[in-house]
């Protein structure tokens, strides 16, 4: 069992930055891999980015390339998003996600989620 809990989100002027965490309990933690989701409203939840358990390997979304950021540290059962200028359509709830296994992209492969947190750019 793994419950997460987010934190870090904000209104932030477009061109910004805010820094999420993910939260994780249990002794298990450092073997997921990891990913951030964003929902946005009237919207399906989409995939963001992810991070092998290792944090060795990541992936983005292609809107997200170069602005943001994911990492994790083991030692502290919490993952991070670093997002970078940030735009108003990033607006939305960002969410976290523990899989075993599974495609990266898919969110019925994520196992575990937290409560998210809202993220509000303004123009």
């Known amino acids: 069992q793994v419950q997460l809990v987010e934190s870090g989100g904000g209104l932030v002027q477009a061109g910004g930055s805010l820094r999420l965490s993910c939260a994780g309990s249990?002794?298990?933690?450092?073997?997921?891999?990891m990913g951030w989701f964003r929902q946005a409203p009237g919207k399906e939840r989409e995939f963001v980015a992810a991070?092998?358990?290792?944090?060795?390997?990541?992936v983005y979304t292609d809107s997200v390339k170069g602005r943001f950021t994911i990492s994790r540290d083991n030692a502290k059962n919490t993952v991070y998003l670093q997002m970078n200028s940030l735009k108003p359509e990033d607006t939305a709830v960002y969410y976290c996600?523990?899989?075993?296994?599974?495609?990266?992209?898919?969110?019925?492969?994520?196992?575990?989620w937290g409560q998210g947190t809202q993220v509000t750019v303004s123009s």
């Open positions: 996600g523990a899989r075993r296994g599974g495609s990266e992209y898919y969110t019925g492969a994520y196992a575990y």
């Open positions: 249990g002794r298990t933690f450092s073997g997921y891999a």
């Open positions: 991070i092998s358990w290792s944090g060795v390997s990541t």
